[in-house]
């Protein structure tokens, strides 16, 4: 191992803490994230005090295809856990509060998060909505303290500062681990949640690594966990005894040759600070099967939402595209998707709109709909794309949605 120090970052329950500061009387209560907008806060005005009470929806009672997306703590104690069906989760905890999700409230709070970490280190790779990773290398600890003495312990102190000012910038907690690289970061960050401060130096790697499970190991997979099972290989340790050539004769040659680097630790990626975005795409899983005949307005509707909202990322992220998607998965789990190329890039919500519906012509809507979404690829920098093309936009025809 190299000596670098690699920190990943990870927001604690990152979607259903941003609704705790929203909804602050829902503290130390199970809540799960993942309804539709009908399971919205109802609000009304106590004629007594004046004050707002909000009524919540729980999942007592739920049918529906929606799933969870995150929980808070205390629902994940009553074995309520990200992907899991509402339905399901509804018959292990009943009174568990329901909330919709809102994807551009925690976007919001995503950018705040990562801004206030780029003042204090600003070689970051963006991993997602809710976690990063940092170079911490020659990150020297904040308000000039003097670059000796242990290194590690310089990278805790950075660490701290970090967890300071995520928290101040959003009033949110994040576990931190510190390592010498990306893969053990990784591992290490869930090690101490919720608001850890994990630091992984190379010598502890028998001691706190070995003895996890093989599927810790990002990248290895539900699959391939259980033929390690099946094989005998049950910690990452067991992985990392196993002989080089025994893992490549059951697991293929690249994927056998890498589960053995990295259960000894070895990760060599770096820091990666910037990427171009192939595509931009929003899409929606419906609580229930649509039919384009019956439920015109409510597709309508949310094919509008998708497009103004591919739109919106297109214009936070700076970029105009001329490749403009659609995609389509009907009941019977079938998915279709169409494409069309525009003469001009573009990055308006009505020019999205007015293509990916030239698109929906193309697809037969006799079956009812389960999920719909729109996609923008071909992307160019907006510097790149003149004004008076881009902004050249015709109002959208009716589509089949209307």
């Not at 799960?32 to 005090?49: C, K, L």
């Not at 339905?87 to 925690?106: C, I, Q, R």
């Not at 067991?238 to 050539?245: E, G, H, K, T, V």
């Not at 060599?268 to 419906?286: D, L, N, Y």
Request: charge should be positive; charged fraction near 25%; proline fraction near 6%.
């Amino acid at each position: 191992m190299d000596c670098r120090r690699i920190a990943h970052l990870d927001m604690d329950a990152f979607y259903a803490s941003v609704e705790l500061l929203r909804y602050p009387e829902l503290k130390g209560r199970p809540v799960v994230i993942g309804g539709g907008r009908r399971h919205q806060p109802e609000e009304r005005v106590d004629p007594v005090t004046g004050q707002v009470v909000r009524q919540f929806a729980t999942l007592r009672g739920y049918v529906g295809r929606g799933v969870a997306t995150t929980a808070t703590y205390e629902a994940r104690a009553l074995g309520l856990h990200s992907a899991m069906a509402l339905m399901k989760a509804a018959s292990l905890a009943p009174d568990t509060v329901l909330l919709p999700v809102d994807f551009d409230e925690y976007r919001r709070y995503s950018r705040l998060f990562k801004a206030a970490v780029r003042t204090i280190a600003p070689v970051v790779e963006d991993r997602g909505i809710d976690e990063i990773y940092i170079d911490l290398t020659d990150v020297a600890p904040p308000g000039g303290a003097a670059s000796e003495g242990d290194p590690w312990e310089q990278s805790r102190t950075v660490a701290r500062a970090l967890k300071r000012a995520v928290h101040a910038a959003t009033g949110l907690t994040c576990s931190i681990a510190v390592a010498p690289n990306k893969l053990l970061a990784k591992i290490a960050s869930e090690l101490d949640k919720p608001d850890g401060l994990t630091i992984l130096r190379p010598a502890d790697l028998q001691a706190r690594i070995w003895p996890l499970a093989p599927r810790k190991i990002n990248g290895i997979g539900p699959k391939t966990s259980a033929r390690l099972t099946v094989l005998g290989v049950d910690t990452i340790g067991a992985l990392a005894a196993a002989p080089r050539d025994w893992l490549i004769e059951h697991f293929g040659e690249n994927h056998g040759a890498w589960m053995h680097e990295a259960a000894h630790g070895r990760d060599e990626r770096p820091v990666v600070t910037f990427s171009e975005p192939k595509s931009i795409s929003r899409e929606t899983t419906f609580e229930r099967d649509l039919s384009a005949q019956h439920d015109r307005d409510v597709l309508s509707r949310i094919f509008t939402e998708l497009c103004e909202g591919v739109s919106d990322d297109l214009r936070r992220k700076g970029y105009a595209g001329r490749t403009i998607g659609l995609k389509l998965r009907f009941a019977n789990f079938q998915t279709v998707t169409r494409d069309q190329t525009i003469a001009v890039p573009t990055q308006d919500a009505q020019a999205i709109r007015r293509a990916a519906g030239e698109c929906l012509k193309r697809v037969l809507l006799t079956r009812r709909i389960r999920l719909l979404g729109v996609r923008v690829g071909g992307l160019v920098p907006e510097a790149d794309v003149a004004p008076a093309a881009a902004a050249e936009v015709r109002e959208p025809p009716p589509s089949l949605f209307g």
